[in-house]
């Protein structure tokens, strides 16, 4: 692939052995360059590189904090907590350069269910993003933090529409109806952060991108999960009765999607030498209780040989489905 092919020129180490004893060096010295390109991209697996890295480190994230908030910014929904100390949720480990630690949530969503994701994937929007943003403790705090190459992090969750809603999600969704206004802010049920999101250390992408807040930009580490989260077509729709300030809904513009250009995005730790969705066809676990077999099953539809599988499994399931039924168990 071409794409693959400029790097390997640039960066000659970024092939064989070289690639996995040199990884964590390499996303280091790509910063300079490339953390002021613009975000966001359109990921598509087939122009990314994999690269092998040290597992991510997730810590404290099943704490539950002694306060929530949710609050309208007028443009968003923003979810902050606040931990005894030391226990703040951190992310480490992978091409990480120290500690993470969390600093909020929020959200990115459409005016209709076919838009709203703030990155696009093979050239599509998803309906709903969601940004957990974590900083360097090296700062004080995240808004020293942005100012700097490597300061801040986000991590990209994606959400694809199921028929059945997600209980995670629902302390959110059903208190959106209480900041309709913008600047409303609200105190949740304390809930550990870690039921809004699932934890990774393998099979995701990573890429170094800025934003834009009025006129500074903010350069950031991307981490994305290939697995995306779930929502209902009612869960989504509640994030459009949210007001901006001219009292008028929150209308969501998809951001530019930015060129490339010579931008290196890495698909980290994959579970399999050969993927052809960018996005895993399968749910996290935390989802797969639906009667769905492809719901429940760990088979990535990539691997040769696993449509097959796939198939055996299922008339398996039929048979003792069947068996069930014959001997008037209903479970």
Avoid at 286 to 305: A, C, H, N, Q, S
């Amino acid at each position: 692939m071409a794409e693959q092919n400029r790097s390997s020129e640039e960066f000659p180490e970024l092939t064989g052995s070289d690639l996995s004893a040199n990884a964590c060096t390499i996303v280091a010295a790509l910063a300079a360059e490339e953390a002021i390109l613009p975000s966001p991209i359109d990921l598509n697996i087939n122009s990314t590189e994999q690269l092998e890295l040290p597992p991510l480190e997730w810590s404290n994230y099943e704490l539950v904090p002694t306060k929530i908030k949710l609050t309208n910014t007028g443009d968003t929904v923003i979810l902050t907590a606040k931990y005894a100390d030391g226990e703040h949720p951190v992310l480490k480990g992978g091409s990480l350069d120290g500690r993470y630690v969390f600093a909020q949530i929020h959200f990115h969503w459409g005016n209709t269910a076919a838009e709203g994701s703030f990155h696009t994937i093979d050239g599509v929007p998803l309906p709903l993003e969601m940004h957990v943003i974590h900083f360097n403790d090296r700062y004080e705090t995240m808004d020293e933090a942005l100012k700097q190459v490597g300061g801040v992090l986000c991590l990209v969750y994606f959400f694809n529409l199921k028929s059945s809603p997600n209980a995670f999600i629902e302390p959110i969704i059903a208190n959106l109806k209480e900041i309709v206004f913008p600047d409303v802010v609200i105190k949740l049920t304390p809930f550990p952060i870690v039921n809004l999101i699932h934890i990774f250390t393998s099979d995701y992408f990573l890429y170094w991108g800025s934003t834009k807040s009025e006129s500074r930009s903010h350069p950031m580490l991307w981490i994305i999960s290939r697995t995306q989260e779930c929502i209902d077509f009612h869960q989504l729709t509640q994030f459009r009765v949210l007001l901006d300030r001219r009292m008028r809904t929150i209308t969501r513009e998809q951001t530019p999607i930015a060129e490339r250009e010579n931008r290196h995005v890495f698909h980290v730790n994959p579970v399999t030498p050969c993927c052809n969705w960018t996005l895993s066809p399968l749910p996290h676990p935390k989802y797969r209780t639906d009667r769905w077999l492809v719901d429940r099953m760990e088979i990535d539809f990539g691997t040769p040989g696993m449509c097959q599988k796939f198939v055996e499994v299922l008339r398996q399931e039929l048979q003792n489905k069947k068996a069930q039924f014959e001997s008037g168990d209903e479970n």
